[in-house]
């Protein structure tokens, strides 16, 4: 009698089928963390002046993010700024022997995008929140830029799962 379960074949094919279902739902977190990133240091650079639906049409991109991508970044950018102030209070409340106004704009976006998620997604884990917030800045950062959003990260997520326990 022959087995009419999974053969090793469908195991390998499925397994691939997986990973690069994965590859391409990363590969979508990771461009929106970016494109989100990129927006906050563009609203921060031009002094809040510029509108959010203005940077949310990537006028820096030669060819417009897929759809989404563009759903989760506008998800993030419009979530901070909608929280700026409380997002801003959490982040001061951990700069240690550090003026707000002296933090470079491009950790700031970086620390303000990743703050919003950590306060407010709850469905994202802050594990996956502060890794991609370290990738983000060694890659667009100052050299040492990773090691104070890291602490600075660290320290909002231990307040943020303080209040849930709570």
Not at 10 to 22: A, G, N
Not at 36 to 57: C, M
Not at 94 to 106: D, K, L
Request: no cysteine; aromatic share 10%; charged share 25%.
């Amino acid at each position: 009698m022959r087995n009419r379960g999974l053969r090793s074949e469908d195991f390998i094919v499925t397994s691939v089928s997986l990973f690069s279902l994965f590859l391409i739902v990363m590969n979508s977190h990771k461009k929106s963390r970016i494109l989100a990133f990129q927006a906050l240091y563009a609203w921060e650079a031009q002094k809040k002046r510029i509108t959010v639906e203005s940077l949310l049409e990537f006028p820096w991109l030669d060819e417009p993010p897929d759809e989404e991508t563009k759903v989760s970044t506008r998800l993030l950018v419009t979530g901070v700024v909608e929280n700026i102030k409380s997002i801003d209070e959490t982040l001061s409340a951990h700069f240690e022997n550090w003026a707000f106004s002296r933090v470079a704009r491009v950790d700031l976006a970086i620390m303000r995008m990743s703050a919003y998620s950590l306060m407010f997604q709850k469905d994202v884990p802050a594990s996956v929140v502060i890794s991609s917030a370290i990738a983000i800045s060694r890659k667009f950062g100052a050299d040492d830029s990773f090691r104070f959003i890291n602490g600075v990260l660290d320290a909002v997520r231990k307040t943020v799962q303080g209040e849930r326990e709570i």
